[in-house]
């Protein structure tokens, strides 16, 4: 009885193809696919790592101006009881140190909130050791009119620090520039030239007019007023026309009007040698109280105004911030699937094996009559078809015949190789 015979383990590239075994190509090309995809990633995670640093600097800016205006309310407040108290002071009169106290408590309210991040603390306190010292000394004349100047003086350096450490002096967009432009910078000057104006013209004595050094500070007080009155409008209505907030423009119209008003008739927009004519202390007072008032309304306001385009401009960035999580989480996913699908590819039935069929496939514990079978198939190419397909069909009926037949298909393998 013949002894089953196995064929040799040495397999073709067409025999792995028979078999359904993985070649070379498709591994490579799992690989490159790899590379890709790890290229990809890389580009993406920068892309997205920039997008969300710039994004959350702008949204820390935008905070931080958003800080600084809502110190500028108290701050233009107090900044306004200081030259009603100096105007006070000068002409001998009481200083309301209540109304300047309560001022000033708000403003070091706003700086326990907002004063480590515009670092204004040291500033506010020294403004407060200044304002105790003026009120302390209790001067008039000459002498309270340069205390109290020394003292809004630091004022408006605090009030220039607030619009720096804020970023507000650097906002790149019209609308909010020059809305802060008019709101920190032009306003508290008109205010406190407006006042000055009208102090040195009260330091004179009845019946006389100013001469020498005060008339000219004077002059240049009130056409510094003018002068800020017309920069106001200008940049106001640059605002207006830059903006996307339509209701800008119907909010500031009447205030506006108002301070021009007041403006034009402490100090007229003439040349500055016109200024120089003389003056009555009791009309300039006056004039100054309103031109300041005016503009304390008009500031407030403004900065309302700032801080509702500031409120929109961080919606949009926090908007911006939201895509870009979502675009990262979806892109992460698609790289994660894609990732998979690579990797772990679904393998390949047999060629020879329909969905359902669970057969033995030839390399894997097949029996030696079958490997007969592939190795007539791929062995004997130019051999009768006939003769190709009968040995196949015998080893079918090999594999069901025991033993005996499987012998049978041995012999049959080895008669077809010495041929």
């Known amino acids: 009885m013949a002894t089953p015979t196995r064929v040799g383990s040495r397999r073709t590239a067409s025999d792995a193809e028979l078999a359904g075994a993985p070649t070379r190509m498709p591994y490579v090309r799992r690989v490159v696919v790899m590379i890709c995809l790890v290229t990809v990633v890389v580009v993406f995670g920068a892309v997205v790592r920039q997008s969300w640093r710039a994004t959350s600097q702008a949204a820390e800016v935008v905070r931080l101006e958003a800080a600084g205006a809502a110190m500028m309310h108290p701050m233009t407040t107090l900044l306004t009881e200081l030259v009603t108290a100096q105007s006070a002071a000068v002409r001998g009169s009481d200083v309301n140190q209540t109304s300047v106290r309560s001022a000033l408590d708000s403003l070091q309210d706003a700086d326990a909130q907002y004063g480590a991040a515009l670092q204004t603390t040291q500033r506010l306190s020294d403004l407060s050791a200044q304002i105790e010292a003026a009120f302390q000394a209790g001067e008039t004349g000459r002498a309270a009119y340069q205390r109290y100047s020394a003292v809004i003086d630091l004022a408006i350096d605090l009030i220039r620090a607030i ?34 104006a009208a102090d040195l013209v009260a330091l004179a004595a009845p019946g006389t007019e100013l001469t020498g050094e005060d008339a000219v500070r004077a002059a240049v007080a009130r056409f510094n007023v003018s002068s800020d009155a017309q920069l106001v409008s200008v940049g106001l209505l640059t605002s207006v026309d830059s903006t996307e907030r339509s209701e800008l423009g119907s909010n500031i119209v009447e205030q506006l009007d108002s301070f021009r008003t007041a403006a034009d008739a402490f100090a007229p927009p003439t040349m500055l040698q016109e200024l120089a004519t003389a003056v009555q202390a009791g009309a300039m007072a006056e004039n100054a109280s309103r031109v300041f008032a005016a503009a304390q309304s008009l500031a407030h306001l403004l900065l309302s105004e700032l801080q509702a385009l500031l409120t929109v401009r961080a919606e949009v960035l926090a908007q911006q911030q939201r895509l870009t999580a979502i675009a990262t989480v979806a892109g992460t996913v698609v790289v994660v699937v894609v990732a998979w699908l690579v990797v772990f590819p679904g393998r390949r039935r047999a060629v020879d094996g329909g969905p359902g069929d669970t057969g033995p496939t030839p390399g894997r514990g097949s029996t030696v009559g079958e490997e007969a079978a592939v190795g007539r198939f791929a062995v004997d190419r130019r051999g009768d078809p006939g003769r190709i397909g009968a040995a196949i069909s015998g080893s079918g009926r090999d594999a069901e015949s025991g033993p005996a037949a499987s012998g049978f298909a041995g012999h049959g393998a080895r008669s077809v190789h010495a041929r």
């Open 163 to 196: 619009g720096d450490s804020s970023h507000l002096v650097h906002d790149p967009d019209l609308d909010s520039y020059y809305l802060m432009d008019a709101a920190i910078v032009r306003l508290p000057d008109a205010m406190v030239y407006a006042g000055r």
